[in-house]
């Protein structure tokens, strides 16, 4: 079977990393139920930023953010270390800009993350995104972008939802948890 990915807020916890970085750079506290309520993949409304300070904040912050030790989400890892084992392909698909393709495919492999290079697509708008993820035939793709998963699941590909605050309103199989999603994927391959 093949297996896509999103990374950022898919497989790893990247926007509440940021927001805890944004709390110590900006040095403002900012309780972390705002965090969960924020309706946008965006954050930094979450400290009264304008859209403009916002983009300007994350530009400043990015490579930080990116290659730090920004954590997985618990399970990930090891689900994917799995599927890879059991002859499964792993694709990744993520809109990170082109030039953090490399440095990003280093990084996830640092973290224990199975990546083959040619398995490996960065660097593309969502529309784009959506048209590799079609080309690619892939038999499932898990996502946390409302945008993206809904022309996906229009198109028949069995989707799911990486649950995130921004994303609620989508009616498709939701997950939290990898451990338990892989349970499912189990189930269904079998
Ligand atoms: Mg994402």
Same mark, same amino acid.
């Given at each position: 079977?093949?297996?896509?990915? =999103?990374?950022? =807020?898919?497989?790893?916890?990247?926007?509440?990393?940021?927001?805890?970085?944004?709390?110590? %750079?900006?040095?403002?506290?900012?309780?972390?139920?705002?965090?969960?309520?924020?309706?946008?993949? /965006?954050?930094?409304?979450?400290?009264?930023? !304008?859209?403009?300070?916002?983009?300007?904040?994350?530009?400043?912050?990015?490579?930080?953010? @990116?290659? !730090?030790? &920004?954590?997985?989400?618990?399970?990930?890892?090891?689900?994917? #270390?799995?599927?890879?084992? /059991?002859?499964?392909?792993? @694709? @990744?698909?993520?809109?990170?800009?082109?030039?953090?393709? $490399?440095?990003?495919?280093?990084?996830?492999?640092? #973290?224990?993350?199975?990546? %083959?290079? $040619?398995?490996? @697509? &960065?660097?593309?708008?969502?529309?784009?995104?959506?048209?590799?993820?079609?080309? *690619?035939?892939?038999?499932?793709?898990? =996502? =946390?972008?409302?945008?993206?998963?809904?022309?996906?699941?229009?198109?028949?590909?069995?989707?799911?939802?990486?649950?995130?605050?921004?994303?609620?309103?989508?009616?498709?199989?939701?997950?939290?948890?990898?451990? $338990? *999603?892989? #349970?499912?994927?189990?189930?269904?391959?079998?």
């Amino acid at each position: 079977m093949k297996f896509g990915f =999103d990374v950022d =807020d898919t497989l790893i916890n990247l926007r509440e990393y940021a927001f805890h970085y944004y709390q110590e %750079q900006l040095e403002q506290e900012v309780a972390i139920d705002v965090f969960h309520k924020l309706d946008r993949v /965006e954050i930094h409304e979450a400290f009264g930023m !304008t859209d403009e300070e916002g983009k300007a904040m994350w530009k400043k912050s990015v490579d930080y953010i @990116y290659y !730090t030790d &920004c954590p997985a989400y618990p399970g990930a890892i090891e689900v994917l #270390q799995q599927l890879n084992a /059991e002859g499964h392909e792993i @694709y @990744y698909i993520t809109a990170r800009s082109a030039k953090h393709g $490399e440095d990003t495919k280093a990084w996830l492999k640092k #973290q224990g993350f199975p990546v %083959q290079d $040619e398995r490996f @697509y &960065c660097g593309m708008k969502d529309e784009e995104k959506v048209k590799i993820i079609e080309e *690619l035939e892939l038999d499932y793709y898990f =996502d =946390d972008k409302p945008e993206v998963l809904e022309t996906l699941a229009r198109d028949g590909l069995n989707v799911f939802v990486r649950d995130q605050s921004y994303n609620r309103h989508m009616n498709l199989p939701r997950f939290s948890d990898w451990a $338990e *999603l892989h #349970q499912l994927i189990k189930k269904e391959i079998e």
